[in-house]
């Protein structure tokens, strides 16, 4: 079909520059204008002059049929040339070119006009599609600034070399990854992320190409090549992502090619057989021009395709790629969600939650563990720190003794401390205070006197809870999480998130062993799995939809996952399931709307109960009417 064909060649030059679609566009509204004007004047003038030849009532309706159609029949012929027939501009030219034989004129140029209506109703909702996907394509650096003879140049991205320094002045992309080496700054990653809370970086953090650097100007040590670098990366995938049709894509695709011949044969037989039989040659010629109009199924080939592009792009506006409409709907029939535990529904990191002294304040506790943890590298010892206020002079900080197994022991400003756990304090001792705590659980002590304990965690992620509350409301049936955690933790966690089922103590292999294990057993639906993108690519490539997230900078992920959240806030599981169903559902609702409305003016028109002006709304009208529908998919919630 020419609009489906059309639609395609848009999708495919996403990253482009847009103007000559908003071009394309004036010129059809100009035209149809004209057009439509002609055809009142021509239809005015034939019904008030009476007399007219009709040779001249012919001459004078071609001047709107051709203005209106010329384009139209020009395609037409080409593919005729080519043999190419039984495609929508043929049809159509074959449709009002058969009005024109029967004298119906005015119905000849209202086909081609309406049809050039329906034309320039499709290129605006692919322009709007392509729009929401064109503002990811703007992450694209134009230049990169390398320091040359005390002069700041603009340089092509790709051919910076690995470990050079570039600047990147505020107002600035960032065009390659890199770690900061100099200065501070806030960068925007909303381009990537959908998120608008500008991020804090400075020496030594990591920053990725795409962001957009607010305030301070950075000195950037080139990390990856551009060709690697994440913005390349995250185009590829968007600019892929068109060519990964759905089931119904490719349905309506084979529906297409056995429809059309179809209802052209039954056209025909329509046209010749009863008028053999009546001798009505002139009548039956009409029906079956109308039955023609009607039939051709560009509603269903322009408007389902589109709908998918515009749930895509949809779905890119708030940071979640897809990299396909197979996975878009797959992720729509979801039913069982498996979520790796740290990094997907925690934070991945220690953090201290809670303060139990005893005769002494919680800071003064928190203090003396933090300084007895000031040499080690343990992420429990970096936890206490963090949360310390003020920690002592290091000069006041001696005699550390690492206990394998158990904790430290180190003089704090004379006073000799114990940190670790409670096998530590049996040892010397003294007697902890029991916890039913699941957490990793530090007891201090100090000059043998104990002084209670401090409770450490994963920290579950904010949202994390309502995000599965909310993937039940969305018709997810079962929720699993995997953990590499002691049965008794992973189960707080789990009971604390509200998941259906917990499997603890799992290497990363024993992970694809239990989402294969959760395939065999699920009876409907898709089993998606969510990873924080770091060590699960096995698994992500297992499961039926893998969805990376929290992966900026990741290409193993992106390389792996079917879905890539860009950030790392889990809410944004819901918020793509919620926009997959919500396209899918206006897909369908396309295709039943299509189909019923063109079978029954189909039928409508071979009794000869309707005419060509309802057959051009059944074919036309219905189209628009499609397409109007398919950009609400760009309107995600």
Known sequence: MHGHEHHHEKEHCCGCDHAHDHGGIRRDILIIAISAVLLAAVWIITEKVSGMKSWLILLLFLVPYLIAGFETLKEAAEKLLRGRLLEEDFLMAIASIGAICVGEYPEAVAVMLFYRIGECFERYAVGRSRSSIAELMDIRPDYACIEQGGELKHVDPAKVRLGTVITVSPGERIPLDGVVMDGSSTIDTSALTGESMPREVGVGQ?????????????????????????????LELVEHSASRKSRQEALITRFARIYTPVVVGLAVVLAVVPSI????????????????????????????????????GG????????????????????????????????????????VEPIGISSADLITLA???ESYSNHPIAYSLRRACQQMPDSKLITNVREIPGRGVEANVCGRRVLVGNAALMTSNGIKPRSTDHHNS???????????????????VKEGAKEAVEELYELGIEKTVMLTGDTDATGRAVGNALGVNDVMTE????????????????????????????????????????????????????IEAADVVLMD??????????????????????????????????????????????????????VLILAILNASRALISK
């Open 370 to 372: 933090a300084a007895a």
């Open 568 to 621: 790392d806030d889990i809410r944004k599981l819901p918020l793509a399931l919620r926009i997959c169903k919500r396209t899918v559902r206006i897909a369908k609702q396309n295709i039943w709307f299509s189909l019923a409305v063109k079978f029954v003016i189909m039928l409508l028109g071979a009794l000869g109960i309707v005419g060509m002006g309802v057959a051009v709304f059944g074919d036309v009208g």
């Open 441 to 459: 659980v530090v007891h201090v002590a100090a000059d043998g006197i104990y002084g209670g304990y401090i409770i450490i965690d994963d920290r």
């Open 315 to 354: 779905a890119s506006r708030h940071g979640i790629l897809i990299k396909g409409s197979n996975y878009l709907e797959a992720l729509a029939q979801a039913s069982t969600v498996v979520m790796d535990k740290t990094g997907t529904v925690t934070e991945g990191s220690f953090s201290v939650t809670g």
């Open 506 to 557: 799992l290497l990363p292999g024993d992970k694809v062993t239990a989402v294969e294990e959760l395939l065999r057993g699920k009876h409907t639906g898709t089993l998606v799995f969510v990873g924080d993108g770091v060590n699960d690519a096995p698994v992500l490539a297992r499961s039926d939809v893998g969805v990376a997230m929290g992966v900026l900078g990741s290409d193993a992920a």
């Open 206 to 234: 990591s920053v990725i190409s795409g962001c957009v650097n607010l305030t301070g100007v950075l000195k950037v040590r080139v990390t990856s090549s551009f060709k690697e670098s994440t913005v390349s990366k995250v």
């Open 277 to 312: 039989i009546t001798g009505e040659w002139m009548e039956w010629i009409r029906r079956a021009l109308t039955f023609l109009v009607v039939s051709c199924p560009c509603a269903l080939v322009v408007s389902v395709p589109l709908t998918f592009f515009g749930g895509l």
